[in-house]
Structures are given as structure tokens and as C-alpha cells.
């Protein structure tokens, strides 16, 4: 795993964007592997 | 080490720089995103999510083979929320730090990209960066990190621009 640091003294944060950041990407070739699973 | 609550936050997501690999041969497309520690793929269009590997492998290490199809959400409660596990996705503040410490961490053969990557949902800092619950690219950067010796790098700047259409994100510079 890559070395980020120790923790620091900060709690724990959440957050929850006002905007999920993740775009439209662009249209390509059916992917099966991206398709929704029953869980 | 005790168990504190999260502090809420409503607003923008953490911004930081990880590495990511292209795998020439890769069934889903030479175009997609890999981790660069873990033998899994970042989907496009949907939020990359961590996924807690003690839990997957005390239930079943099958459910490793790909972490996506999966039920979700598999050890989210044992994710990044304690200190003492690993759990998480990984980004660093700083690029440079990001290639030094993680370039040579992926596997040879492979295109090695950088760029910018959201984090959101539960979040630990870190000294030099950050563990997440949840990501998504923001942007690669367009000259490939590192490019496998028998690769051209026109070949492979083109499957990093591949994986921006594909992810839909823009261009990243450090």
C-alpha cells in the first residue's frame, strides 16, 4: 500500500457533496462488466 | 486507538492525486482505469467505492475476484472508519509525492498515469493525504507517467486520451 502518512488528530469527516462528481461519460461499447448486479 | 464519530460535512469533495494503471490487454479495454495496488478496475460513470478486504476475505475470497458485482456493501461499516485498518481509497495531496511513492509500486508492462481524483463519503486525513470512501477521477494528466519499454508513447497518450472520453474527465496538470 502506498505511504500516505500517519493519521492525523483530526476526527473522521463525512462528506456529503452537494453534487455527486461523477460525470456522463462517453458513450462506448456495451460493457457487461458494468452492467448492474442483483445483489 | 477509539472509534470517533464523523464530523458531517455538506459541500465539495477533497481533491488529491493518485496513480492509476492502463493494462494493454485488458478485456474491458485498454482504455480502463486499474487500481495500482489491487488487481480491480475503476468503473466509468459510476463512483469507485472502497470495499473492506478483511471483510472480503473472512466472507468468501471470491467476492474479491471483483469487488463491483459483489452485494454491496461489502464491509463498508469495517471501511475506512477505523484508524487502525488500511481501508480506504488512497490519494495523496501533493503529484510528486504521488509518482515518487507509488510509481513503483505497479506492475511493470503497464501505462502509468496521474491525475486528479475526488473524494467524498467517509474520510480520513492523513500526514500526506487522504483514505475514502468514495471516488471518482477528476482528470488524468496527458503525458503517461511511465510506459512499458515495447510501447510507444503516441500509442499510449492516446489510450490515456481514450480514458478520459471514456471516464468522462478533463485534463489534469500538477
Not at chain 1, 452537494?18 to 448492474?36: F, G, M
Not at chain 2, 459483489?70 to 488500511?86: F, Q, S
Not at chain 2, 510507444?152 to 492516446?158: N, V
Amino acid at each position: 500500500m502506498v505511504e500516505i502518512g500517519k493519521p492525523t488528530e483530526e476526527p473522521e469527516i463525512e462528506i456529503l457533496p452537494v453534487e455527486i462528481p461523477v460525470p456522463e461519460p462517453a458513450p462506448t461499447e456495451p460493457d457487461p462488466a458494468e452492467e448492474p448486479v442483483p445483489a | 486507538m477509539t472509534e470517533r464519530e464523523a464530523r458531517l460535512i455538506v459541500g465539495e469533495p477533497l481533491r488529491a492525486w493518485r496513480l492509476w494503471s492502463l493494462v494493454p490487454g485488458c478485456p474491458k479495454g485498454p482504455q480502463t482505469l486499474h487500481s495500482c495496488y489491487y488487481e480491480v478496475h475503476w468503473p466509468a460513470g459510476r463512483p469507485m467505492r472502497a470495499h473492506c478486504v478483511e471483510a472480503i476475505k473472512r466472507r468468501g475470497f471470491s467476492a474479491w475476484l471483483d469487488p463491483h458485482s459483489a452485494p454491496a456493501p461489502i464491509g463498508v461499516e469495517e471501511g475506512v472508519r477505523r484508524p487502525v485498518c488500511g481501508c480506504g481509497i488512497y490519494a495523496l495531496k501533493d503529484p510528486r509525492v504521488a509518482v515518487e511513492r507509488w510509481v513503483s509500486m505497479i506492475k511493470r508492462g503497464r501505462i502509468v498515469v496521474l491525475g486528479e481524483v475526488a473524494l467524498w463519503g467517509r474520510v480520513l486525513k492523513h500526514e500526506d493525504g487522504y483514505r475514502a470512501e468514495y471516488a471518482y477521477p477528476i482528470g488524468l494528466c496527458a503525458k503517461p507517467v511511465r510506459v512499458p519499454e515495447d510501447d510507444d508513447e503516441e500509442i499510449a497518450s492516446f489510450l490515456v486520451e481514450m480514458a478520459r472520453r471514456r471516464y468522462g474527465v478533463g485534463l489534469s496538470v500538477p
